[in-house]
């Protein structure tokens, strides 16, 4: 609810001004929030089990939507990505889908494989071929920011499945260069880098986004400078309403309200790695750290970006940014969550592939 309030506080004016509607993007994130809801019941009341048994053909599925993106008419290009599908009047991004499918995918097969993940053809080569295939298809999106978010929630849960560390370190290796290589290859993405180390160098040019958002919060002080009363939304700092949320939230709701938003995602966090200690199964233990490292990750690369820690990147804040895509799917995560945390057991009171 806190999404759908500060969606339209941040997007009214530009929505107006722009698209003759002031309520536009706050009825779509409120159909949204609705969906979301929906979803979270959905997903509550499936449970967890059945969607592992159904990650492989939602594994397809996903794979499927993601080559259609490409496809003339269907895939929709905005802000030089085309990550949206468009069928109809229905338009959604495969990629919000991906994450969780691939994540219930991973936690399956790493739960099946335990006895082999000590070695590297059969317990980790398996799941970086899938990986791959979504690092490709994303990055020819492109969407750099979901194909490295992919990356560290997969290595981490390699990680805490048991495989070995100096495979992991292998490919990490491996995968280092590959992504500077890509980084230094991309005019955009390089520019990205160089405006994070110093964006005060080009503050009207490359540096925009990044100075543009700490003014946001360094007007916000303490406590902020009022709901609605923000003065970056006015044209000043892009995408106010989507990935510069915290931006907005930081100017009208100040420190505080900053605070308050990380707090509730710590606990929201807290409640996933609880859900984890206490899953019935290695399975169920995956699904919730693996979900709650997805949501931890956007979190952070988003808060991080918004905040100048970061290079500047598209990944939506769960729950917050506007999207009906990215709403439904954090809403999703959360019931499959939920859906964990209510059974019973205590799986990582074991050792969990040699660790606890």
């Keep these: 609810m806190l999404g759908v309030v500060m969606v339209y506080s941040a997007s009214a004016v530009y929505a107006d001004v722009r698209l ?13 929030a609705v969906l979301g809801v929906c979803a979270l019941l959905f997903a509550l009341h499936l449970g967890h089990g059945r969607f592992g048994r159904l990650s492989a053909l939602l594994l397809l599925f996903v794979v499927l939507l993601l080559v259609l993106l490409h496809v003339p008419g269907l895939g929709h290009a905005a802000g030089g990505a085309r990550r949206w ?12 889908l991906a994450k969780i499918v691939f994540v219930l995918w991973l936690s399956r097969s790493l739960a099946r494989r335990q006895d082999r993940l000590a070695t590297f053809s059969e317990g980790i080569l398996p799941h970086l071929a899938v990986l791959g295939v979504f690092a490709v298809l994303l990055l020819a999106e492109p969407d750099f920011g979901t194909t490295a978010v992919l990356f560290c929630v997969a290595f981490a ?24 290589f890509l980084v230094w ?3 955009y993405r390089l520019d990205r880098v160089l405006a994070f180390l110093d964006p005060w160098a080009d503050p009207r ?19 902020g400078v009022g709901l609605g009363a923000s003065s970056q939304k006015l044209f ?8 510069f949320i915290l931006s907005i939230i930081g100017e009208e709701l100040g420190f505080a309200g900053v605070a308050a938003v990380l707090v509730l995602f710590a606990v929201l966090v807290w409640r996933g790695i609880r859900a984890a200690h206490a899953a019935a199964d290695a399975e169920a233990c995956f699904v ?11 979190v952070l690369v988003n808060a991080g970006m918004a905040l100048s820690l970061l290079p500047t990147k598209g990944i939506a804040l769960p729950f917050l940014s506007y999207g009906i895509s990215s709403v439904v799917s954090s809403s999703l995560a959360a019931g ?5 945390s209510g059974g019973t057991g205590g799986f990582l009171r074991r050792p969990v592939g040699g660790r606890r």
Excluded: M, W
Aim: with cysteine; hydrophobic share 55%; aromatic share 12%.
């Design 157 to 180: 849960l390699l990680f805490v499945a048991g495989a070995g560390l100096r495979h992991l370190a292998l490919c990490a290796a491996v995968a280092a260069p590959a992504f500077a």
């Design 20 to 32: 003759g509607d002031g309520l536009f993007f706050f009825k779509r994130q409120l159909v949204g």
């Design 85 to 96: 599908l468009k069928i109809g009047p229905l338009q959604f991004q495969p990629s919000e």
């Design 336 to 340: 499959i969550l939920l859906s964990v």
């Design 288 to 298: 919730a750290l693996g979900l709650t490292f997805l949501l931890a990750a956007q």
């Design 236 to 243: 000043f700092l892009p995408a106010a309403h989507n990935d």
């Design 205 to 223: 040019g490359r540096g925009y986004q990044a100075v543009e958002s700490l003014l946001a919060f360094g007007a916000g002080g303490g406590f």
């Design 185 to 187: 290859h991309s005019r």
